[in-house]
């Protein structure tokens, strides 16, 4: 049983489309985190979310945590070819500061 | 460039070889992890270590070893591997274990192992 559950698990669009790719799960996290990784190299951090309900813009990514501190989400707006790779999210549990992976959404945005 | 370096970045080894794999991070952090990633499973912590000392096995097979001589450079020796154990492996550090919601971890590029 996957304690993250990351949906969808690949998406391909057009440039300049909108998406959300959802992060959820049973438990309720202390923390969580957004990671995006290109091929050939390790993730990297996007952005931590820790207040239920938090709202955190970067560029043209916007990250939401849910209420109940169960739940996020990952908007892109206008999509670039850039933005292109596997998006993973990461949680603390309340239980325990190591980070559990989702299983990730690949991403491919064309041209 | 996070700051974390690993090599080699390919590997393929035989089932009866040994091998070890190298991070090395210039961040000046204290807390070094290896993580696996396959194909199909999501990202996996393996071991923790946090000022040189292991804080964490998550019930990783003998066969793999780890050794953390300082701070900077954390080490994974392997010795009679199984085919499924192919897969990405995954360096990173962070200031502290155990931070909670305040302590990044950066990765490092990564090792892709083969196991025939």
């Known amino acids: 049983t996957q304690l993250l559950e990351q949906s969808p698990q690949f998406l391909s669009i057009q440039e300049g489309e909108n998406l959300t790719v959802y992060c959820n799960s049973s438990?309720?996290?202390?923390?969580l985190q957004w990671y995006r990784q290109e091929p050939g190299e390790g993730p990297v951090l996007l952005v931590t979310v820790v207040t239920g309900g938090e709202v955190k813009k970067l560029k043209r990514l916007t990250f939401q945590f849910g209420d109940a501190r169960k739940d996020s989400s990952l908007h892109i707006t206008a999509a670039q070819p850039g933005d292109t790779g596997l998006y993973l999210c990461?949680?603390?549990?309340?239980?325990?500061?190591?980070?559990?992976f989702g299983s990730g959404t690949r991403l491919l945005v064309r041209p | 460039e996070t700051g974390v370096t690993q090599t080699p970045r390919h590997l393929v080894m035989g089932m009866t070889n040994k091998k070890s794999l190298k991070c090395e991070q210039h961040l000046g952090h204290n807390a070094m992890y290896w993580y696996k990633q396959s194909a199909k499973k999501p990202l996996e912590l393996m071991f923790v270590?946090?000022?040189?000392?292991?804080?964490e096995n998550n019930s990783v097979p003998s066969r793999f070893s780890p050794e953390c001589p300082n701070s900077s450079h954390l080490f994974l020796h392997l010795h009679t591997l199984q085919p499924e154990d192919s897969a990405l492996y995954l360096c990173?550090?962070?200031?502290?274990?155990?931070?909670?919601?305040?302590?990044?971890?950066?990765f490092g590029p990564g090792t892709r192992l083969t196991v025939l």
């Open positions: 438990s309720v996290f202390s923390s």
């Open positions: 990173a550090s962070s200031q502290v274990a155990g931070n909670r919601g305040t302590d990044t971890q950066y």
């Open positions: 990461a949680a603390e549990m309340d239980s325990s500061y190591k980070l559990i």
């Open positions: 270590y946090n000022f040189k000392e292991q804080t």
